[in-house]
Each structure stands twice: as structure tokens, then as C-alpha cells.
């Protein structure tokens, strides 16, 4: 089992900036990847930044060169620096890691609040 825990939700104003944090902890030998997620109210949870263990990096079209996802593997940590926010960005950020075997099996955290409002 994988626990992820995030934090540095925060409230900011539109054009602020902040940086989410996940610590990965447990069974964390073969991951594949790491993530972000979020879920704003009365929508679907979205894709927001990924970045696979080779190095491979995927951005939701709505927070590319706004947003920057990095990691440090030896500390299991992953990172998503928000630059430029917009109220739209208000949603639950996700941390989410998998690995992938047979099937792929994916881990959550809790959730951390963004809210982007003047």
C-alpha cells in the first residue's frame, strides 16, 4: 500500500502563485508515476500534470506554461508549482500515484484545497 499525503492548498488571489507538495510513503518500490489531479465542484475530477519515472511529462491543455510539475525520487515527492492562477484553477488538487503490472493500480491522497478568488 502507498499513502500520499499533500499540502499548500491555500486561498490566493487571481494571478498568485503557489506549490502543492505529495509525499509518497509505504510501498513506494515500482511506481511508475506521479500526478496531480483535480476536482472542481459539479465536475469531473481532470487530469492536471503527470510525470512517469522516465522522466515523461503530461499537461492538461488548460494549465500548460502556467503550471509545472516536478519530482525528487529519492525523497518519493512530487511537486506542482502554479504560476499565473486563475479562478478556474479553484478545484481539489489530488496527488495521485500508480503502477502499473498485470493492471494498473493507482493511489490517492486526501485532497488539498485551491481557491483562487480576489
Known amino acids: 500500500q502507498v499513502q500520499l499525503v499533500e499540502s499548500g492548498g491555500d486561498l490566493v488571489q487571481p494571478g498568485g502563485s503557489l506549490r502543492l507538495s505529495c509525499a509518497a510513503s509505504?510501498?513506494?518500490?515500482?511506481?511508475?508515476?506521479m500526478g496531480w489531479y483535480r476536482q472542481a465542484p459539479g465536475k469531473q475530477r481532470e487530469l492536471v500534470a503527470a510525470?512517469?519515472?522516465?522522466?515523461?511529462?503530461n499537461y492538461a491543455d488548460s494549465v500548460k506554461g502556467r503550471f509545472t510539475i516536478s519530482r525528487d525520487n529519492a525523497k518519493n515527492t512530487v511537486y506542482l508549482q502554479m504560476n499565473s492562477l486563475k479562478p478556474e484553477d479553484t478545484a481539489v488538487y489530488y496527488c495521485?500515484?500508480?503502477?502499473?503490472?498485470?493492471?494498473?493500480?493507482?493511489?490517492w491522497g486526501q485532497g488539498t484545497q485551491v481557491t483562487v478568488s480576489s
Open positions: 509505504g510501498s513506494t518500490f515500482g511506481i511508475n508515476g
Open positions: 495521485n500515484a500508480w503502477r502499473v503490472g498485470a493492471l494498473r493500480i493507482d493511489y
Open positions: 510525470s512517469t519515472r522516465s522522466g515523461n511529462i
